[in-house]
């Protein structure tokens, strides 16, 4: 059987190898596991998937989050993000203006900081609709006809433009919009400390967002024994499925990338299984004497 060959890390002293986010191994109890450039095998027990979701704060290119998250994310991870955004959902009060509306005619919420995506460059700002004038053209009652979406809503006040430019003051309720917007960035680096992680993304968040959350899915091998040796991050590991029926010896799979080892792995097995039989003949004999 084709052999798995992956990237994950691992820190010294656990038994928690997490794999690389884009990628989910077959995993078989008992199989032989080489983890990075080291010579010994360890066991696979078991598997797990496991979604990573923390909060986080913006602090330049970076996000922070709270604990030590070395090891658990790597690298290349892909996440999901999410933050808070906000719509108009009432107009609350309409000052007095100079200006003559018409019922219909449509206004524009000025001001804020409109969250934009990459097929919305701009944002979608709040569209109100003048529903009952005055006989002096003063506008007496508006609807929202489009809520816009935001990152920052402007402030109260409210300047509401018409398409001549000229400006109406109304106060706007705004609440977190029903429908919200989701991110996807890659971690390009993890810095861990006891208290706090560090994580640089491929590139920025809009502007204005200053925490939030994301989630990543990663997959976790459990190992039959604690890593003993130094810690890995994105290290290649291989997973080997093949090996003989009877004594467990692993078999070279093919396009191994490191059958030394696995060659090594089997000698050892085989050597340990001569030293017992050595012991039963020596026993075997004794008795006969």
């Known amino acids: 059987m084709k052999p798995e060959i992956f990237e994950a890390s691992i820190e010294r002293g656990s038994n928690q190898l997490y794999v690389k986010s884009d990628r989910t191994v077959a995993v078989r109890n008992g199989a032989f596991i080489k983890l ?18 923390k909060r986080f704060t913006c602090s330049g290119d970076s996000l922070v989050i709270k604990g030590n998250y070395n090891y658990k994310l790597a690298e290349n991870d892909n996440c999901s993000i999410t933050f808070d955004e906000y719509e108009a959902i009432e107009v609350s009060k309409i000052a007095q203006s100079s200006t003559r509306y018409k019922i219909g005619e ?16 701009t944002g979608e700002q709040t569209q109100i609709e003048i529903t009952k004038v005055g006989e002096t053209g003063q506008v007496i009652e508006a609807k929202i006809n489009k809520p816009g979406l935001y990152v920052l809503p402007p402030e109260n006040p409210v300047q509401i433009m018409n398409e001549d430019g000229e400006i109406i003051e109304m106060d706007l309720e705004f609440d977190l919009a029903s429908n919200v917007s989701i991110l996807e960035r890659d971690f390009t680096d993890i810095e861990g400390s006891e208290s706090e992680t560090r994580i640089r993304i491929t590139y920025p968040l809009p502007k204005g967002i200053k925490k939030g959350e994301f989630i990543v899915s990663k997959q976790v091998i459990f190992l039959d024994k604690e890593y003993s040796h130094e810690s890995l991050e994105g290290e290649i590991c291989q997973i080997t499925y093949d090996y003989s029926p009877i004594n467990g010896i692993p078999l070279m799979p093919p396009n191994s990338i490191d059958p030394q080892t696995t060659y090594n792995a089997g000698i050892a097995i085989i050597d340990k299984k001569l030293l017992e039989l050595d012991k039963r003949l020596t026993r075997m004999e004794n008795m006969n004497y």
């Not at 449509?106 to 995506?117: D, E, K, N, P, V």
Request: aromatic fraction near 8%.
């Open 36 to 53: 990075g450039i080291n010579d010994i095998f360890y066991k696979t027990e078991s598997t797990q998937s496991l979604n990573i979701k």
């Open 106 to 121: 449509r206004i524009y919420a000025q001001g804020g900081i409109t969250s934009s995506s990459s097929g919305n460059l």
